[in-house]
Nanobody, 127 residues
């Protein structure tokens, strides 16, 4: 199971970015794909996830209404569309695979449930 993020960068407050998470070595059909972020000095936080069929999504209160997660299972790719970015969104963003079904999945997603992590992509929002 391998995950590779892309799409991070530097953006001004109020701007937008789209992160991509490309998976290989497994089928997205069997996993939840979650997005976590970690700012300097803070714990890793689960901010969003999407179910295997894409029918169930979750957002933390800190990003609800601004971020949207979507998936293209044919491409084994999950996207995180981030709008109205704020300086407090600055962090390294990681995608992660969680082997769970809808009844067993924890919300928000927990780092301890992750079976595979991407290497992360830096998002910096300037004020």
């Amino acid at each position: 199971v391998q995950l590779v993020e892309s799409g991070g960068g530097l953006v001004q407050a109020g701007g937008s970015l789209r992160l991509s998470c490309k998976g290989s070595g497994f089928s997205f059909d069997d996993y939840f794909i979650a997005w976590f972020r970690q700012a300097p000095g803070k714990e890793r936080e689960g901010v969003s996830c999407i179910s295997q069929a894409g029918g169930l999504t979750f957002y933390s209160d800190s990003v609800k209404g601004r971020f949207t997660v979507s998936s293209d299972n044919a491409k084994n790719t999950v996207y995180l569309h981030m709008n109205s970015l704020k300086p407090e969104d600055t962090a390294v963003y990681y995608c992660a695979a969680i082997l769970a079904s809808i009844p067993t999945m924890n919300f928000p997603p927990r780092p301890t449930d992750v079976i595979s992590w991407g290497r992360g992509t830096q998002v910096t929002v300037s004020s």
